[in-house]
């Protein structure tokens, strides 16, 4: 559940996909594929494991010819990574069809496919969608009705590309949780499961709506919405930056990544979440199986994935209603550990290739644990072959040292976990479409987090001079100052720390005074008049505060305390949302220390040594 590109045209089509896959490697997957309608309208299918260039290299073999087809990459949830298990499925020699997200009731719709005498020669749920979509097509005696019908059975999370050879000169899309978009060209159209892929074809383009069902043929494109419908959905024009390694319009890579979190947390939702519910199939095929057996759960990480873990273990514990310990990778290696019966053991890396946390999670394989779990943004790392069971953050390419959007999707990678641990342990469903509700919109306050950027460039001038800097937050917020500090430390080299704020009377007062500058993140939760106590601690003793609270806070400024408004949030979120201006401060407080942002001295992107 991956990429998706199609493509209609009046020349062969097989290069236009395998172009379009390309531009999705970014996202991880473990298999590719494509499907075409030849002049004659046979279909023909390639699919190979591993690499895009390994379906490249096979397609240059075969020349697989056709007006119309489908791609694929797939990141394995049912079945294992194979060739038979790749996209496109296919139905009778008939149908095929590219998917992305989970169809959570595959299994009942197996057995119903089954007693009409339907074969299955994958264990994926897409081929039960083709199975499908080929019966009601025949009961019907039409493409667009077969389709419609079928969806009507299926649950979850889906994106559809469709094609048949008895209608050789159309693709049938369809979109419901997870993104699908029609591209627009000249004499022939386009679909992807982000435009991106589409960047070398169109620039003109139709982001398909929740429910939407599009017919595109080479020359027209109908949309219709989930009550049959027929409706007009606006053309957008897009400026596509055709390599996503390139900065672009952004002065440094760290700065791209800062803004592009919007984007990658909604790539890392799709397809993960149901109607009301977190699709748990997300975190592998034996997901459901393994969860049912969780009681309390180990994270272990380093650097700022140990921080998202410090994030998780107050979700896993107010949420989930279970236990979590939360330790650094290279010290868990070196102590003995009591590991209590159903621990899940959960490693978080960016790189996957971190050298402390590969040699905790071997070292687990042999201690006792229930099962290890890897959550990670590159596909083809050691972290993600070697754990149980994996779930991919879809974070793209990071190339700034200093963690940003891996960061945030790994947090939200945690919640949805929480979630899906809780709804075993006290989290009824209508707490669970409450939540599910509320991650819907996060990248919408994120958006709105990123419009702040301008105040917190003002900010960051007051720290020209200075070499010192406290970070407060309480709860949930500890850890979001953390990792605040290190992001500032890592690339202005000002010596930073962070201190839950109860701790602040403890000894770190003893430091304040007018050069040390205290940042505090203040969310209005149940803490808040507590933290307000000791934010009035630190102006006692001269201390510069800089605070980003919620407005509903009721902090004002004055001398010496400079208060910028964050959105208000629900409180589950306010961790992701309070992490953004952070790492907006550390940008420019960098940019106007002069230092080399993204390559900031003596640390390295993936750290592969002990």
């Not at 997957?29 to 260039?53: P, W």
């Not at 009301?276 to 459901?288: C, M, N, Q, S, Y």
Request: with cysteine; glycine share 6%.
């Amino acid at each position: 559940m991956c990429g998706i590109v199609g493509s209609i045209s009046n020349r062969n089509v097989a290069a236009i996909l395998i172009d379009g896959l390309k531009r999705l490697e970014y996202r991880g997957y473990d298999s590719a594929g494509l499907a075409v309608i030849d002049e004659n309208d046979q279909l023909y299918s390639l699919r190979t494991k591993g690499k895009v260039a390994v379906l490249a290299d096979a397609q240059k073999q075969h020349q697989l010819k056709g007006q119309v087809g489908i791609a694929h990459t797939r990141w394995a949830t049912h079945g294992e990574p194979s060739e038979r298990n790749a996209h496109p499925q296919l139905s009778n020699q008939q149908f095929a069809v590219v998917h992305n997200g989970i169809i959570e009731n595959h299994e009942q719709l197996r057995k119903k496919l089954q007693a009409l005498d339907y074969t299955f020669g994958s264990e994926t749920d897409t081929e039960v969608i083709a199975h499908l979509i080929h019966y009601y097509s025949q009961q019907q005696d039409d493409f667009l009705k077969g389709v419609q019908h079928a969806i009507l059975e299926l649950q979850g999370a889906y994106a559809l590309g469709i094609i048949n050879t008895q209608h050789p000169d159309k693709i049938i899309a369809v979109r419901k949780g997870s993104p699908l978009v029609v591209g627009i060209g000249i004499d022939e159209n386009y679909i992807a499961s982000d435009h991106l892929a589409l960047a070398s074809w169109a620039r003109e383009f139709i982001f398909l709506e929740e429910g939407d069902i599009a017919i595109i043929e080479r020359e027209s494109i109908q949309c219709f919405d989930d009550a049959g419908n027929q409706v007009d959905r606006p053309v957008i024009v897009a400026d596509i930056n055709t390599d996503p390694v390139e900065k672009g319009e952004y002065r440094h890579y760290m700065q791209k990544e800062i803004f592009e979190q919007e984007h990658v947390i909604r790539d890392t939702l799709e397809g993960r979440l149901g109607t009301h519910r977190v699709l748990e199939e997300a975190f592998g095929e034996k997901a459901p199986e393994l969860f049912d057996q969780v009681q309390r759960i180990q994270i272990v990480a380093c650097g700022t994935s140990y921080h998202a873990g410090l994030v998780a273990r107050y979700w896993f514990e107010e949420y989930a209603n279970i236990p979590c310990a939360v330790e650094v990778a290279s010290e868990i290696r070196y102590r003995k550990a009591v590991i209590l019966p159903g621990t899940l053991f959960v490693c978080i890396s960016q790189s996957g290739e971190t050298a402390d946390t590969l040699a905790a999670l071997r070292q687990a394989k042999s201690q006792g644990y229930l099962a290890t779990l890897a959550i990670c943004n590159v596909s083809e790392s050691t972290l993600v072959r070697e754990a149980d069971s994996v779930f991919m953050t879809r974070a793209g390419v990071e190339i700034g040292v200093a963690s940003t959007k891996a960061f945030t999707t790994q947090l939200v990678a945690l919640l949805l976990l929480t979630i899906i641990v809780g709804r075993r342990h006290g989290l009824d469903s209508e707490q669970e479409k409450i939540l599910v509700e509320q991650i819907r919109q996060l990248p919408t306050y994120v958006q709105q987090a990123l419009d702040l950027d301008s105040a917190v460039e003002n900010l960051a001038e007051s720290f020209s001079d200075k070499h010192h800097a406290l970070f407060l937050g309480r709860g949930a917020q500890y850890p979001v100052a953390l990792e605040g500090a290190l992001k500032l430390k890592e690339i202005s080299y000002i010596h930073a720390e962070a201190y839950p704020a109860g701790e602040l009377k403890h000894g770190p007062l003893a430091l304040v005074d007018k050069n040390m500058p205290v940042i505090a993140v203040a969310p209005n939760d149940d803490l808040l008049e507590k933290l307000k106590s000791n934010l009035h601690e630190v102006r006692a003793r001269g201390g510069e505060l800089i605070v980003f609270a919620d407005a509903a806070a009721e902090l004002t400024n004055g001398s010496g305390v400079y208060i910028t408004d964050v959105p208000s949030v629900p409180k589950v979120l306010a961790p992701i949302v309070y992490t953004i201006p952070l790492q907006l401060l550390a940008y420019h407080v960098a940019v106007l220390k002069g230092t080399d942002v993204d390559q900031p001295r003596n640390l390295a992107k993936s750290v592969t040594v002990e």
